[in-house]
């Protein structure tokens, strides 16, 4: 468990993390999401060890990583994929690792293995693509099979079978009892990874909630709906007070869209008024929909001429992968 309490970070005039609070718990990914500049990899530093935290507390089962007997026993990371001595091998480098901190040498080809790196073993990590790199960082992560861990964008670099995999192992780390907190640009991947978010801007906490309920709570309710008979339905809707707009000529055919209602509430009508529907379907947002809205007056670098309505617009416009951008 990963418990964080009144946690700031302030660099001269600067705060980049103010007084966050909450908890990652196990059995559960969660997803750690906000903007550029939002706080996050200096937030992850903190609980690491990495940066002293200006005032606040982050613990790891109940202690700061500096007073872990065994780090790597009980906490793995991922935080920088390049993180390795170039002229070491990838076998040669986490040797070092597992000497470090008492771990068996077998484990290294244990970790190896599962991250499918154990043909080029023995090769210079400095010679590795980004994807590979992310695979050694972890194997590193892995090393102690540890309790807790923590990923910053584990899947940049990675190809769609490698992004699938590590989706998946994550999961299966999660269903083990572990603690899994990881940070990722790409809001498509973490709809269908975490189960749990963590959101922040300008390094305050935005959300603490399930995917679920964070979609949902950016959403606004509305109702997509078809029928042989659209025009007397169209007609019914607005005379009865609801704001409808055209979904267009779709493969299912014409269809309209009702604002701020319930599914139950245009079906009763319809209904009552002997209209056949052939489709009655609730609308949610993506979860990079839910993301722009809910940050948008947190983003610290905006485009020329977008604000955060227009963003959140935006979103739901197809983009490459989805990214939100660079890593912090």
Do not use: C
């Not at 707009?245 to 209602?261: I, M, S, Y």
């Amino acid at each position: 468990m990963i418990e964080l309490n009144g946690l700031t970070k302030q660099y001269g005039q600067t705060v980049a993390v103010q007084d966050l609070t909450f908890t990652v718990r196990p059995g559960m990914v969660t997803g750690f999401l906000g903007p550029n500049g939002a706080g996050k990899s200096t937030t992850m530093r903190m609980i690491l060890g990495l940066d002293n935290p200006t005032s606040g507390t982050a613990l790891i089962n109940g202690k700061p990583y500096q007073q872990l007997g065994r780090p790597l026993a009980t906490v793995g990371a991922l935080l920088d994929a390049k993180w390795v001595h170039p002229n070491r091998s990838a076998r040669a480098h986490l040797q070092w690792m597992a000497a470090s901190n008492g771990i068996a040498a077998s484990r290294v080809d244990e970790v190896l293995r599962l991250v499918g790196l154990s043909e080029v073993a023995g090769k210079r990590a400095g010679g590795f693509s980004l994807g590979m790199s992310q695979r050694l960082g972890l194997a590193g992560a892995l090393l102690g099979d540890p309790e807790v861990l923590l990923f910053d964008e584990p899947v940049n670099g990675l190809d769609p079978e490698g992004i699938l995999w590590i989706r998946r192992f994550m999961q299966r780390l999660a269903s083990e009892g572990r603690t899994v907190l990881v940070s990722s640009h790409l809001l498509s991947e973490m709809a269908q990874t975490a189960e749990h978010l963590i959101v922040i801007g300008r390094g305050r906490l935005i959300s603490d909630s399930t995917t679920q309920e964070f979609i949902e709570r950016a959403s606004e309710q509305s109702v997509r709906v078809r029928s042989p008979q659209l025009d007397q339905l169209r007609s019914l809707l607005t005379s009865n007070g609801m704001t409808i707009r055209e979904d267009g000529e779709g493969k299912d055919g014409p269809a309209l869209v009702v604002a701020g209602v319930s599914s139950d509430a245009v079906g009763k009508l319809a209904g009552a008024n002997e209209i056949t529907l052939y489709e009655l379907a609730p609308q949610r947002a993506s979860l990079e929909e839910a993301f722009m809205r809910m940050t948008g007056g947190a983003v610290q670098y905006h485009g020329e001429g977008l604000d955060a309505a227009q963003l959140a617009a935006g979103a739901s416009q197809p983009a490459p992968a989805q990214a939100m951008g660079g890593a912090l």
